[in-house]
């Protein structure tokens, strides 16, 4: 999970099992204050593991989707969950969200987001949201192949 110094700014990723052990800032090393909701997502995965999940790939992150954690931002800022470094993405370019069992995606950007779902025509999303399922990879802000460095991959695990 991604994690943000309080006292720096800097974006920490927490490790579910580091959640326990007081994790400090790469930066400043202070200590790094975990939202109670991180927490208790955390133990909530420990005992039962979410049955629906969405996991997303860019370059060498890796973020999981599901009832216990049902959001996650992409774009240019550093802020988001997922950063990607473009003059194309804009600072809040969209957001997958898990609700009512299923996974959207939801554009909030200028340039788009080109979607493509495995055995379906590519399309390119603009202001508005789409249910995903299978896998498939995703654009930020132009179209992108399959193995692009800036390609998004994501599966769908039920």
């Given amino acids: 999970m991604i994690i943000f110094c309080e006292e720096c ?56 989707i599901s009832q216990n954690r049902p959001s996650v931002t992409m774009g240019r800022q ?33 340039n788009g987001t080109y979607v493509f779902v495995k055995g379906k025509k590519g399309m390119n999303l603009r202001q508005d949201e789409l249910p995903l399922n299978g896998s498939g990879f995703i654009g930020l802000g132009r179209k992108v192949a399959s193995n692009s460095p800036e390609a998004i991959h994501f599966i769908i695990h039920n």
């Fill in 9 to 64: 700014g800097q974006r920490n990723v927490v490790e579910p099992e580091d959640i326990d052990k007081e994790p400090r800032c790469s930066s400043c090393k202070d200590k790094l204050r975990i939202p109670v909701t991180a927490q208790s997502a955390h133990k909530a995965v420990q005992v039962s593991g979410p049955k629906n999940r969405l996991e997303l790939k860019f370059k060498e992150d890796v973020i999981e």
């Fill in 78 to 110: 550093r802020y988001n969950d997922l950063v990607v470094e473009d003059n194309r993405v804009s600072r809040s370019h969209a957001r997958f969200e898990y609700r009512r069992n299923e996974f959207v995606l939801i554009d909030q950007s200028t």
